[in-house]
């Protein structure tokens, strides 16, 4: 276990350079770049400014300084946002970014395996086709059209929830505990899409498992089918949903630039995309490695969960 | 059966439906009867998939009414028991009346309207540049600048779809051509080629496809090749366990004891016998690339205008909420329609044709 452990660890880091490198070739590639204007600039002011970002070097050099500055974790000044470093502004992004998600990544779980369990318990009742309807239903909706629904009814309709922003109600440093009004609308639209696989994941992983002799042992040994659903059978139904979190992460991940923009909230998403339109080289390579980083070391948690969930896994 | 190209199944005649026939005890070899109580831990999977155990469920009995066994093909017994599914079919009509509506649509308003119906047309007359309620003339109603939203909702339709195909079949030939070459060649390169999808698996994908989109000219083509590029890593997963499967069966080996080059194995007679699982998958994997281009246009990354796709319809839309709510609101639910009989489709596909799978 130890040795796997180890083993992964190792991995990741020449992962999160891989995938630096490859936002880097990216940016390199592409046409563009962050001092452009539309008038375009004087030639000696152009040059002024490569020199003093080094653009004048040739690529490996940049490529070289910019891997070594990343692995001391420098990522140096944003290009757009001058007077901050990327540092800064990861900072101060992150913890909106991380609570959204995270909350979005709970909701999910606790209403997926609900439900999953429940429609498993009951199959083929209305509970059980309700349920399932509504995950299809939750996996045909996008979020951005889910999101927009939400804002419709419930903030300029009943006027309930504000129809955007974030606050924060306790602040901590750049973190702290947020304010649920303003959490609620996209929490729920982000964790709408990945409540309902996992519920699915967890009803067929259920229905799997529920046949399975060692659960007709333990009812036959006169549990209480509280205790055979819980302490049996659960540990067995969730394996797919346990190898579904490492993925989900990545799509939670990808779902919060999507609902950070439809509720205007200041998280890590808008940052990333506005890094990507304006060029802005070290802020794009920030976010990206932190990104990577935090994937990675979450699908290693994982793998390590399902060796304690499942005892038939040896590393 | 098995060993037969997709080509010549198509040419098997089809039976009269008989109502006996169907009801009719099913019988079915054992191997198929073990593979419908199947265990779905990882190490089952793989020990199907290495001691071919699951072998893809070729023939089944049935009993006719001169009391004969007689088989019938895997295509025609899916398609027997996807015409039971009442979700699927309903799922498969939906489908099939978006598809036309969206490739006929267009055309047919511009004729009925002689051209002011069209996702492009912007009035000349000042007061009609404005967005309109839906109303008779206008059932979606009219967008900020007047252009009819039935002709851009079709529209976009064309190229929501387009995408989800296109790109579909991207991931499905870099998938099926991967997959199959690591099945076949096994050993060595195998793991190699399997480590590397394993790594591939574990990176944010999305975050690059974003980068690579904001970063370049948006296209089509690169949205096609991207979108492909970054969906075929299961369907190489699905192709190498069938081919490990099969790969050591006697028709192989027989291929092989004639010469055949390695290349026409796998193309010849390894691709054909993995298309039950490719073609579920694929069909999943449709909607979830519309899904994505949706939301990459929706960021302003995908379909550019005046061209309109579902996602960049509900962008549109999002932002005049407020005032205007038709505007998501017709695209949102067309789209959602969409996907929701796409998904209803491809979960009957997939407990019709290869009830093995794991219900994701």
């Known amino acids: 276990m130890l040795r796997f452990i180890i083993r992964r660890l190792l991995v990741i880091l020449p992962m999160v350079l891989l995938v630096i490198t490859i936002a880097y070739a990216l940016i390199k590639l592409a046409p563009g770049n962050f001092y452009a204007t539309e008038r375009g600039l004087p030639e000696a002011v152009e040059r002024n400014i490569r020199q003093k970002y080094g653009l004048d070097k040739s690529w490996y050099v940049q490529y070289g300084k910019t891997m070594w500055n990343i692995m001391r974790g420098d990522f140096g000044f944003s290009r757009k946002y001058q007077d901050q470093t990327v540092n800064e502004i990861l900072w101060q992004a992150a913890p909106v970014s991380a609570t959204l998600g995270l909350t979005a990544y709970l909701l999910a779980l606790t209403l997926g395996l609900t439900f999953g369990t429940l429609a498993a318990l009951r199959q083929n009742s209305a509970l059980d086709y309700g349920s399932m309807a509504a995950a299809m239903l939750g996996i045909s909706l996008p979020n951005f059209v889910l999101g927009p629904l939400l804002v419709l009814v419930f903030a300029l309709t009943l006027f309930w929830l504000p129809p955007a922003r974030w606050e924060w109600w306790v602040k901590i440093g750049s973190g702290g505990i947020p304010n649920p009004r303003f959490l609620l609308m996209p929490a729920v639209t982000l964790a709408a899409l990945y409540t309902a696989y996992i519920a699915r994941l967890t009803r067929s992983g259920m229905l799997e498992v529920l046949r399975k002799d060692y659960i007709r042992t333990a009812r036959a040994k006169g549990l209480s089918e509280r205790q055979v659903v819980i302490r049996h059978a659960l540990r067995g139904g969730i394996l797919p949903v346990v190898s579904f979190t490492g993925p989900a992460l990545a799509f939670i991940v990808a779902g919060t630039v999507v609902v950070e923009r439809v509720f205007a909230i200041p998280g890590l998403g808008n940052y990333f995309i506005n890094a990507a339109l304006n060029r802005d080289a070290p802020l794009l390579l920030g976010i990206t490695a932190f990104v990577a980083i935090l994937v990675l070391v979450f699908n290693l948690l994982v793998d390590i969960a399902y060796a304690f969930i499942d005892p038939r896994i040896r590393y | ?360």
Do not use: C
């Open chain 2, 1 to 360: 059966m098995s060993q037969q190209p997709p080509s010549e199944i198509e040419k098997i005649p089809t039976r009269n439906p008989n109502e006996s026939l169907d009801k009719a005890p099913t019988l079915a070899p054992p191997s198929t009867v073990a593979a419908q109580q199947k265990i779905n831990t990882p190490e089952a999977i793989a020990a199907d998939q290495l001691y071919g155990t699951a072998p893809p469920s070729n023939e089944l009995w049935q009993e006719t009414a001169g009391g004969q066994l007689e088989g019938t093909s895997l295509w025609r017994d899916a398609w027997r028991r996807l015409k039971k599914n009442k979700f699927a079919m309903l799922g498969l009509i939906v489908t099939g009346i978006i598809i036309v509506a969206s490739l006929l649509g267009p055309t047919l308003l511009r004729i009925a309207t002689k051209g002011t119906h069209t996702y492009d047309f912007i009035p000349q007359q000042g007061e009609l540049v404005r967005a309109m309620p839906p109303s008779l003339n206008h059932p979606m109603g009219t967008d900020p600048q007047g252009r009819d939203m039935l002709a851009r909702v079709l529209y976009g339709g064309q190229i929501s779809l387009m995408v989800g195909l296109v790109s579909t079949f991207v991931s499905l030939l870099i998938g099926v051509a991967y997959g199959a070459t690591a099945g076949y060649l096994g050993g060595r390169v195998d793991n190699l080629m399997m480590r590397i999808v394993d790594v591939l698996f574990a990176i944010p994908y999305m975050m690059l496809v974003i980068v690579l989109l904001a970063l370049f000219e948006k296209s089509l083509v690169l949205l096609f090749a991207a979108l492909g590029a970054i969906s075929w890593l299961t369907m190489a997963r699905i192709v190498r366990g069938q081919v490990l499967s099969l790969k050591n069966q006697e028709f192989v080996e027989a291929a092989r004891s004639i010469g055949v080059p390695t290349w026409k194995i796998i193309l010849r007679h390894l691709v054909p016998n993995t298309l039950g699982p490719v073609i579920v998958y694929a069909t999943l994997t449709v909607p979830s690339v519309m899904l994505q281009e949706a939301f990459l246009s929706y960021l302003g990354l995908g379909v550019q205008a005046p061209r309109s796709s579902w996602g960049t319809l509900a962008a549109e839309g999002a932002q005049n909420i407020a005032i205007f709510p038709w505007l998501i609101i017709f695209p949102g639910i067309v789209m959602a329609l969409t996907l929701f009989s796409l998904n209803f489709v491809g979960d009957g596909l997939r407990d019709a044709l290869d009830p093995q799978m794991r219900k994701v």
